[in-house]
């Protein structure tokens, strides 16, 4: 875990191509403007031209025929999926956590391979329920967390109601790096108060921002003269206010995940943009340590590794190809490298990578600690697989969490039962699903954690495999998987073979409907252990 590691203080320089790197992901609830303000960073890092690029991104994601559609287009959500773009001195990686409450696995495997998560509210809601839960996860891997609180060219909340909210509901420190100035459309812009700078809105030009405002301090005359004297007076006030109340910036807290600095803005207006992009630089961690069996690995290593946090399978139905996301984790990556793919002990030649410069989808010709990697393969790389330059190393805290919903599944076509098995372990190795083959019958049973899985799964069975598919009510409703000695294991299996199962990678797993079965299993069964998670191989 990440609070266990060093922190970026007490280790070496990075070299510089590593230590521009800022690898993050957005965390928000739906509709708070992760879209727009992806698309905003895009349009700053020179990525895109013009705003609107992305848009059909956000909106695809709202239902599931338009998410279907998308999945169809898989060119667009595959791009998405890593967005590479520079802004000044940094190079960025902005990873895509998928939109939906129902994918919180996939989401949190995405963010095991970013370095901090930028959060964005919407000024007039505050903190929603999965912005809560996304933060947790955050939490989990003490991530550290940069605001961005969005909407503010319309009506929203007082500032220090949204900081308390945040500061309670979180449980996090919270400290303005900006300071709003007016609401709804008395908006006129922020000050800045890391930079004693005035920032100003500019309402004609979407995509444009004004020029900033030097200011010497809130006694400055200039301030008289931009800003309207009601909102002058109350700026003062607030901000006389906040310095004394609010904990000031520690880039240190920041780093470590107890502190979050808040930025107000609107992505829509490309305000307050530009200031969160120069704070992900300035306070954003480097790309850190990764943990790792037996040791753990540091970016500045000259030996490359990294490891598989993402595969999508079918981005082209006529070939089973699939892509492998990968963290680099160390190193200066070449195209044409040969790695070690440590699970198998198989050397792999990476001669087809894919970067995701958002600006020019090329081969990456190199690729440093940090980066975002894809590789095309036919199947050999699965979700938390190591890649190495030979050392026997395993990354962790890859998890894969117990599904929550089971379902049985059977081919339309009982004679294409052997192609349904083949569909449903690509999904199950690109963790779409978790599938279990039941020791006793015959067919499968499928689990995921959020019952539009089931849809998604169904439709792409059948788009991609031409396999119509029948979901049925399965008799149980938990799995677990069973840890312990082998012998112990396969006694437990044989005394209980109508509650085990095998999920793809032949883990055995305790199959039931009640918490009461787990408990006494638990209760009498010491010799073996029964969890809800597992670690990906
Ligand atoms: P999401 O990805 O987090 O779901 O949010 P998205 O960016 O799609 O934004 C959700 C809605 O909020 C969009 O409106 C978007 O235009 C709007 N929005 C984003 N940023 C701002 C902002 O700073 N101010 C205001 N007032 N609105 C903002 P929509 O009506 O759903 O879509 P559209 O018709 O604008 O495309």
């Not at 030979?390 to 969490?401: D, Q």
Request: negative net charge; aromatic residues 8%; contains cysteine.
């Amino acid at each position: 875990m990440r609070h266990m590691l060093d922190t970026a203080q007490n280790r070496p320089a990075l070299p510089p191509e590593i230590a521009r790197r800022r690898t993050f992901a957005i965390i928000s609830h739906p509709d708070a403007g992760k879209t727009t303000l992806t698309e905003k960073f895009l349009l700053f890092g020179g990525a895109i031209q013009m705003a609107g690029q992305v848009r059909a991104k956000g909106e695809a994601r709202r239902t599931r025929s338009d998410f279907m559609q998308m999945e169809k287009d898989r060119g667009i959500s595959v791009s998405a999926s890593a967005m590479s773009f520079d802004y000044k001195t940094f190079r960025f990686n902005l990873v895509d956590t998928p939109g939906h409450s129902d994918f919180s696995e996939d989401t949190y495997r995405t963010l095991t391979a970013v370095d901090a998560a930028v959060m964005v509210i919407d000024g007039a809601k505050g903190v929603e329920s999965q912005t809560r839960k996304l933060f947790e996860v955050c939490r989990l891997r003490d991530l550290p967390i940069l605001t961005f609180c969005n909407k503010m060219d319309r009506e929203s909340r007082d500032t220090f109601d949204i900081i308390d909210e945040i500061q309670e509901n979180l449980a996090i420190d919270v400290t303005p790096a900006s300071w709003p100035i007016g609401t709804g459309s008395d908006f006129i812009g922020c000050y800045d108060l890391l930079r004693d700078r005035l920032e100003l809105i500019d309402r004609k030009d979407r995509n444009k921002v004004a020029d900033s405002i030097e200011i010497n301090g809130m006694d400055d005359p200039l301030l008289e003269r931009h800003v309207p004297a009601q909102l002058l007076e109350k700026l003062r006030e607030e901000v006389e206010m906040a310095r004394e109340l609010l904990p000031t910036l520690d880039p240190q807290a920041v780093l470590e995940g107890h502190m979050t600095p808040i930025w107000f803005g609107s992505a829509i207006n490309s305000f307050g943009v530009k200031e969160l992009m120069d704070g992900i630089g300035t306070y954003g961690p480097e790309p850190q340590i990764q943990s790792a069996e037996p040791r753990q690995i540091a970016p500045e290593e000259t030996k490359v590794s990294g490891f598989v946090f993402k595969v999508q399978a079918n981005m082209d139905p006529k070939h089973r190809d699939r892509v492998a996301f990968v963290r680099l984790a160390s190193g200066h990556f070449t195209r044409g490298m040969k790695l070690t793919h440590v699970r198998t002990k198989k050397p792999m030649t990476v001669s087809a990578p894919v970067l995701f410069l958002a600006s020019d989808r090329e081969l990456a010709d190199e690729g440093w600690a940090g980066d975002i990697i894809g590789i095309p393969n036919h199947g050999q790389l699965r979700i938390g697989d190591t890649l190495t330059e030979g050392e026997v190393l395993k990354v962790t805290g890859i998890p894969s969490f117990a599904p929550e919903l089971l379902q049985g599944v059977r081919a339309g076509d009982p004679l294409k039962a052997k192609h349904l098995e083949k569909a449903l372990m690509q999904f199950a190795e690109e963790g779409a699903a978790k599938v279990f083959k039941p020791m006793i019958g015959s067919g499968f049973i499928v689990g995921v954690v959020g019952a539009l899985q089931f849809e998604v799964l169904g439709s792409r069975i059948e788009l991609e495999y031409g396999l119509p598919v029948r979901f049925e009510p399965s008799q149980f409703t938990s799995a677990r998987w069973i840890k312990g000695d082998k012998q112990a294991i396969e006694k437990f299996a044989n005394i209980n073979k109508q509650h085990i199962a095998y999920d793809n990678d032949g883990d055995p797993v305790y199959l039931t409907r009640l918490q009461w079965d787990i408990d006494r299993v638990e209760r009498d069964h010491p010799e073996i252990t029964l969890t809800a998670t597992k670690e990906m191989m």
